[in-house]
């Protein structure tokens, strides 16, 4: 199975995107799927996870109530939204499979997506 991310770009703090991701082969509907992002110089983060149904969802800690993570089974899709967005979030963001809900440590990832850029102007 193969995941390509899209959506990125250069937005102003204060503004909403959502991010998406595609993916090909595979039963899609069984995968458990997450956000990562990775700004310059720093490690790729976890930032949400959602189930292979759809059903449940979780976000790093410190990102709560601005992130929303769905799912659309039908179409093979992940999707991120991220509203109030603050020069902070500038990060590549990359989504990934999880092959444990529960574990979202980027080691774990089994197969990542070509990350889309999201730049953050004050």
Request: glycine letters at 10%; a neutral charge; one cysteine or more.
């Amino acid at each position: 199975v193969q995941l390509q991310a899209s959506g990125g770009g250069l937005v102003q703090a204060g503004d909403s995107l959502t991010l998406s991701c595609a993916a090909s082969g595979g039963y899609f509907s069984t995968y458990h799927l997450a956000w990562f992002r990775q700004a310059p110089g720093k490690e790729r983060d976890f930032v949400a996870a959602i189930r292979g149904s759809g059903s449940t969802s979780y976000y790093a800690d410190s990102l709560q109530g601005r992130f929303t993570i769905s799912r659309d089974n039908t179409k093979k899709m992940l999707y991120l939204e991220i509203h109030s967005l603050k020069p902070e979030d500038t990060a590549i963001y990359y989504c990934g499979f999880l092959p444990n809900y529960n574990d979202n440590r980027p080691s774990t990832v089994v197969s990542w997506g070509q990350g889309t850029q999201v730049t953050v102007s004050s």
